[in-house]
């Protein structure tokens, strides 16, 4: 396995970041840690890096055990943190070099690996890394972390803020890495970004609440979910979550999803309930269920 982990928990005083996190991530794979601000991600990205110690449990990375060979980690992995952390007032092709010589090597001896990604900031190679838009800086962070050519590339959130455009590039560019041999442990709070992944672990409060293929996930779905609108939203949430019958009540874009208690659910009796909240323009619709809408009914 690339990444190993058994029982990992960390505490920050009274709060449990992690609580018992085991679960493997296979050679070439691409996997996902998905769940909220606060769910955890962070801290074990920092664990598997080497960068933070473990209160309990162990884990290996690229076969190496990230406390007794904690040295031979750091020279097998790249690491993208949430926040961009380069030299800013370093250019593009300076970060660059900056970074081949720290691990001993160049941005010529491992170009086939970033040249996808370094054609798109190349013409920006002699502006100072601050001054670059937010999905050029993930594209030179990227770069930057994969030019001494790890086994294994871990990427926290790296995608937040980043336009639409430039997150589906981004993606993209994981897809092509993955090819080359390149395990992958990407973290986003972003659920149509775990679609994206071969398998997800869903994170909340420091637990997983599973593991398995996106398509898997939104399967174990327990419930017919329903897509309600009407005139006001507002209205429409308050009223939901008053009905006697109601199992869970979500916004979810321009619709409210709306599960039943009941096996026997009728979409004309909520309908007439729905009315009697002075509701109106009132669309009941079944639609499949979501990895969001799994996530949330796990973490109730």
Known sequence: MSISITNISKSYKDVKALQNI?????????????????????????????????????????????????????????????????????????????????????????????????????????????????????KLALSCALIHKPKVLFLDEPTTGVDPVSRKEFWEMLKRLQLKGITILVSTPYMDEAALCDRIALIQDGKILEIDTPKAIVKHYPKQIFNVSANNMYQLIMGLNDYEHKHSVYPFGEFVHYTDSRTDFNPEELKTYLETKNLSNIHIDKTAATIEDTFMELAK
Do not use: C, H
Request: proline share 3%.
């Open 22 to 138: 085991t679960f493997e991530v296979k050679p070439g794979e691409l996997f996902g840690l998905i769940g909220p601000d606060g769910a955890g991600k962070t801290t074990l990205f920092r664990i598997l890096t080497t960068l933070l110690f473990a209160d309990e449990g162990s884990a290996l990375v690229a076969g190496f055990d990230v406390v007794k060979e904690y040295k031979n980690i750091r020279n097998s992995v790249g690491y993208m943190p949430g926040r961009f952390s380069l030299y800013q007032d370093l250019t593009v092709e300076e970060n660059l070099n900056f970074f081949a010589t720290i691990f001993g090597t160049s941005i010529e001896e491992n170009y086939d690996l970033i040249k996808d990604i370094y054609v798109q900031i190349e013409p920006f190679k002699n502006r100072r890394a601050g001054k670059l838009s937010g999905g050029m800086k993930q």
